[in-house]
């Protein structure tokens, strides 16, 4: 087989596994009675018509309550659900706490380990241990962890929305806008 042949076959398998994966066989775009595939990322939002990447990403960072799943080794998502996970209760704890005043919150969800609250707007760097997810409330928010020597960004979120990240890591930096 020649070079030239042996490449386009290559090619032309490349294009037909790639088809097969970008539109999975258990849901079509627009479907709103179960999930949607869009890249690497399960949607499962009810009456929507989220079908391209755009569009999902204008969703995150709406104010409409969404819970979405990150994979903590490279913060890419996997999920995002409508509706939002019942906060954690917070500690008690008289400076490292989630409350009903709070912007935006780093939720733990183990004990000793406490939940963060921010409150106001900019940028606040820091190293909070040990938490699972990222809360954010009567603003929008983003929020940064350390894993593996590296600094991941989330994607920034709306109001009414959270982040759950696959295990604990330190967050380095929240941002409340």
């Not at 890419?76 to 019942?86: D, F, K, L």
Request: net charge negative.
């Amino acid at each position: 087989m020649s070079r030239t042949i042996r490449n386009a076959a290559i090619w032309l398998a490349t294009l037909t596994v790639a088809g097969f994966a970008a539109v999975p066989a258990w849901a079509e775009p627009g479907e709103t009675d179960g999930p949607v595939q869009i890249g690497d990322i399960k949607v499962s939002i009810d009456d929507s018509s989220i079908d391209t990447r755009a569009e999902l990403d204008a969703y995150i960072e709406s104010d409409e309550a969404k819970t979405i799943t990150v994979d903590r080794a490279t913060g890419e998502m996997t999920s995002v659900i409508a509706g939002n996970e019942p906060a954690i209760s917070a500690l008690t704890s008289v400076t490292n706490k989630c409350t009903s005043s709070s912007h935006v919150c780093t939720i733990s969800g183990q004990v000793p380990r406490p939940n963060y609250g921010f409150t106001g707007v900019g940028t606040k760097t820091g190293a909070w241990l040990g938490q699972e997810a990222f809360l954010t409330k009567s603003r929008a928010g983003k929020g940064y962890y350390s894993w593996n020597g590296s600094t991941v960004a989330l994607p920034k979120i709306g109001t009414n929305s959270r982040i759950n990240l696959d295990g604990p890591a330190t967050f380095v930096k929240v941002t409340v806008y």
